[in-house]
């Protein structure tokens, strides 16, 4: 069916309000202001329940699209609860579809890559039939579905997805693998087994980018699409990505050694390419070994820009709020809700590097990302960044380039060739800090010693000096934000650079103990004159920076009371 036009959206429907797509959904149509939506979770809606559901549908508000993210996928469970599975994947759709019919809606709805048989060695296409031939009852109920939404000829778009997963959410193979591979030292998996591992976030994302390009284009052709990662993996393979554990072993095993109620397809690879070519849309690189670390201290007002272009890309998110009591908390309820981002807040300040520590510990992935607040990084950065770190795994830090001009973070282009990928450095900003946590679990994180200031300065050296590498990487793109707080008041001035000339001497004393003599030579006359030229604020940050010189060298740190304590207040996710 296609129907011709200029068709504006303006309401859309979402059921399976607390699944994985549609969690994602629900985020990225909060953050535009195009369409207005309503979602509904399964207790609202029961699709096993059909004769509520027929009536509860005839009281829907007026839309344009209905987006259904409902489905029975306990796979083994449907073989023994055959009429409930039936119920919610395949006669609830048919309401559904015909429903959508009689009110001119168009409905989009994903399948499962389990409608195919398994037979063969390449990706199926949308119009492979022949394989057409779903080995469990999960999948014959999802291939009912499908058929039924053809039968009925409403105006539909079918998008067949292939083991989803969300980093942050419980109920996927990729948590599950985690989890297990936390109490045990070895795990047998499935090595002969092929799919296409799909992040939610891509899923959702892709989908709402169709809708916008469908409205522009004003014309709506119903069809089959694949929607997966363009990369197929064993279950084995998958798993090898998934645990960076130590001293860890992975078995490859065959599916006939691991027995399950239903039969899998051995191959279950979806072909991507037609999708590409209608919508050009491409899944690549979904599984991000990466978790992101903010530390804030007084920045809920920026927060929010440095989280824009990383939001629910793959990446588990971890804030931690230094004892700001700047209701970032408020910030994060308004602007992020079901962003599964993890809030540590803290009673009191204990420091960028201590705080960074904090999180660290609680990392599962292979590598850390440290981003600040105030900084905006390019959308594919990070996933440049990782490309990076495994191809050379003596790398311990990486940096991207820090540009003045935001503009130039949208000329970033992940798959334009530069002739030198990272460029060998020194010193790692900790603005935007990409770490190897392999390597660091071993050498050990941020001196505790440290409360602020030049805390780059000591990890970077660390990684040096145990032999490991930091580079900076040339395809990648950072922007610090204007959006800093007020000018300081002068006890403020002279306590924030008090700390950076005691952090500055605490790094650089065990072996460069001339550069500190080197530079109390010169703030001395630098204080004298400014002093009797009367510039306050010069003279305030020169006296500062001599005193926590002095004050390092003579053995007293610079920590308050309350800085020593590491309390934390609350932990909350935001699902």
């Given at each position: 069916?296609?129907?011709q036009g200029n068709?504006k959206?303006?309401?859309?429907?979402?059921?399976?309000?607390?699944?994985?797509v549609?969690?994602?959904?629900?985020l990225i149509?909060e953050?535009q202001?195009?369409?207005?939506?309503?979602y509904y979770?399964?207790?609202?809606?029961?699709?096993?329940d059909?004769?509520?559901?027929k009536?509860?549908?005839?009281?829907?508000?007026?839309?344009?699209?209905?987006?259904?993210?409902?489905a029975?996928n306990?796979?083994?469970?449907a073989?023994?609860?055959?009429?409930?599975?039936?119920?919610?994947?395949?006669?609830?759709?048919?309401?559904?579809?015909?429903?959508?019919?009689?009110?001119k809606?168009?409905?989009?709805h994903?399948?499962?890559?389990?409608v195919?048989?398994?037979?063969?060695?390449?990706?199926?296409?949308?119009?492979?039939?022949?394989n057409?031939?779903?080995?469990?009852?999960y999948?014959?109920?999802?291939l009912l579905?499908?058929?039924?939404?053809?039968?009925?000829?409403?105006?539909?778009?079918?998008?067949?997805?292939?083991t989803?997963?969300?980093?942050?959410?419980?109920?996927?193979?990729?948590a599950?693998?985690?989890?297990?591979?936390?109490n045990?030292?070895e795990?047998?998996?499935?090595n002969?087994?092929?799919?296409?591992?799909t992040?939610s976030?891509?899923?959702?994302?892709?989908?709402?980018?169709i809708?916008?390009?469908l409205?522009?284009?004003?014309?709506?052709k119903?069809?089959?699409?694949?929607?997966?990662?363009?990369n197929?993996y064993s279950y084995?393979?998958l798993s090898?990505?998934i645990?960076?554990?130590?001293?860890?072993?992975?078995?490859?095993?065959?599916?006939?050694?691991?027995?399950t109620?239903?039969?899998?397809?051995?191959?279950?690879a979806?072909?991507?390419?037609?999708?590409?070519?209608?919508f050009?849309?491409?899944?690549?690189?979904?599984?991000k070994?990466?978790?992101?670390?903010?530390?804030?201290?007084?920045s809920?007002?920026?927060?929010?820009n440095?989280?824009?272009?990383?939001?629910?890309?793959?990446?588990?998110?971890?804030?931690?709020?230094?004892?700001?009591?700047?209701?970032?908390?408020?910030?994060?309820?308004?602007?992020?809700?079901?962003?599964?981002?993890?809030?540590i807040k803290?009673?009191?300040?204990?420091?960028f590097?201590r705080?960074n520590?904090?999180?660290?510990?609680?990392?599962?992935?292979?590598?850390?990302?440290?981003?600040?607040?105030?900084?905006?990084?390019?959308?594919h950065s990070?996933?440049?960044?990782?490309?990076?770190?495994?191809?050379n795994?003596?790398?311990?830090l990486?940096?991207?380039?820090?540009?003045?001009d935001?503009?130039?973070?949208?000329?970033g282009?992940?798959?334009?060739?530069?002739?030198?990928?990272?460029?060998?450095?020194?010193?790692?900003?900790?603005?935007?800090?990409?770490m190897?946590?392999?390597?660091?679990?071993?050498?050990?994180?941020?001196?505790?010693?440290?409360?602020?200031?030049?805390?780059d300065?000591?990890?970077?050296?660390?990684?040096?000096?145990?032999?490991?590498?930091?580079?900076?990487s040339?395809?990648s793109?950072?922007?610090?934000?204007?959006?800093k707080?007020?000018?300081p008041?002068?006890?403020?001035?002279?306590?924030?650079?008090?700390?950076?000339g005691?952090?500055?001497s605490?790094?650089?004393?065990?072996?460069?103990i001339?550069?500190?003599?080197?530079?109390?030579?010169?703030?001395?006359?630098?204080i004298?004159?400014?002093?009797?030229?009367?510039?306050?604020?010069?003279f305030?940050?020169?006296?500062?920076?001599?005193?926590?010189?002095?004050?390092?060298?003579?053995?007293?740190?610079?920590?308050?009371?309350?800085?020593?304590?590491?309390?934390?207040?609350k932990?909350?996710?935001?699902?």
């Open positions: 069916m296609v129907i068709f959206m303006k309401h859309i429907i979402i059921f399976g309000k607390n699944g994985q549609a969690t994602e959904l629900r149509l953050r202001k195009k369409f207005s939506f309503n979770a399964s207790t609202e809606f029961n699709f096993a059909l004769k509520s559901l009536h509860k549908l005839k009281n829907l508000p007026k839309a344009d699209y209905i987006i259904n993210a409902t029975y306990e796979v083994d469970k073989e023994e609860e055959r009429e409930k599975a039936n119920n919610i994947n395949h006669l609830a759709v048919k309401l559904l579809a015909e429903y959508c019919l009689e009110n809606i168009r409905l989009i994903y399948s499962t890559n389990y195919f048989d398994g037979e063969g060695d390449k990706a199926y296409k949308e119009t492979n039939s022949k057409l031939k779903p080995l469990s009852y999948g014959q109920t999802k579905g499908e058929q039924a939404i053809e039968k009925t000829k409403c105006a539909y778009l079918i998008f067949r997805v292939a989803v997963f969300n980093l942050n959410k419980e109920n996927n193979f990729v599950k693998i985690r989890k297990l591979a936390e045990n030292k795990l047998k998996i499935v002969d087994q092929i799919t296409n591992p992040n976030y891509d899923i959702a994302f892709n989908t709402f980018k809708l916008e390009k409205e522009e284009r004003g014309k709506f119903s069809a089959i699409y694949h929607l997966a990662n363009k197929s084995y393979e090898k990505k645990i960076s554990k130590d001293n860890f072993t992975l078995i490859p095993i065959a599916s006939v050694e691991f027995k109620k239903a039969a899998r397809p051995l191959n279950g979806l072909d991507s390419s037609k999708i590409k070519k209608d050009a849309i491409e899944i690549d690189d979904n599984y070994q990466v978790t992101i670390i903010i530390v804030t201290y007084k809920s007002h920026i927060v929010i440095a989280l824009q272009n990383i939001i629910k890309q793959g990446y588990r998110i971890i804030i931690v709020d230094n004892g700001s009591k700047d209701n970032i908390e408020d910030v994060l309820d308004a602007n992020f809700k079901s962003s599964n981002i993890e809030l803290l009673q009191y300040n204990i420091g590097g705080a520590n904090l999180a660290l510990e609680r990392v599962k992935t292979k590598y850390a990302f440290l981003l600040n607040p105030d900084a905006i990084i390019m959308p990070i996933d440049l960044m990782l490309e990076i770190a495994e191809q795994q003596n790398i311990a990486l940096n991207p380039i820090f540009v003045k935001i503009s130039l973070l949208h000329y282009n992940k798959n334009k060739k530069i002739e030198k990928a990272y460029t060998k450095a020194e010193f790692i900003s900790g603005g935007a800090m990409f190897n946590m392999n390597i660091f679990r071993d050498i050990g994180f941020f001196d505790m010693n440290i409360f602020l200031y030049h805390e300065s000591q990890i970077s050296s660390l990684a040096l000096k145990n032999g490991f590498e930091n580079y900076i040339n395809n793109l950072c922007y610090h934000v204007e959006g707080s007020s000018e008041s002068i006890k403020v001035l002279f306590k924030r650079h008090y700390q950076r005691w952090s500055y605490y790094v650089e004393k065990s072996d460069k001339f550069l500190i003599i080197l530079k109390l030579l010169y703030l001395i006359p630098s004298m004159i400014h002093c009797i030229l009367l510039h306050k604020r010069i305030i940050v020169k006296l500062s920076l001599f005193s926590g010189i002095i004050t390092n060298l003579l053995g007293i740190d610079c920590f308050s009371r309350e800085a020593k304590i590491t309390k934390i207040e932990i909350r996710r935001f699902h």
